[in-house]
């Protein structure tokens, strides 16, 4: 599998209300609540760590899971994202020219 990198669309909105990040896509005025765990994804998503990174580094040190269990949901859920124009997904670093 090709690293996979994530970053914040510019098309939304985005805050944390009681604990819950609350994102709205302005594509089409989607509203979406993040569970903790998907928080923790949203917030690592800086487009230089790939998300290979980000479940190593973040999920499976804070849940008892297996990493290659947890980049496979995880990998499921910013795809969704990314469909519904949340993030940004690419397979090489954001900002990096070859």
Known sequence: MSPLYLAHSKEIAARVLDGEMMIMSARDSTLFSLNELGTMIWQAADGATSLEE????????????????????????????AEHGILVLSDKPFGKEE
């Open 54 to 81: 980000i479940v190593a580094q973040k999920i499976c040190p804070a849940y008892e899971v297996e990493p290659a269990e947890a980049l496979k949901d995880a990998e499921t859920f910013v795809r969704e994202l």
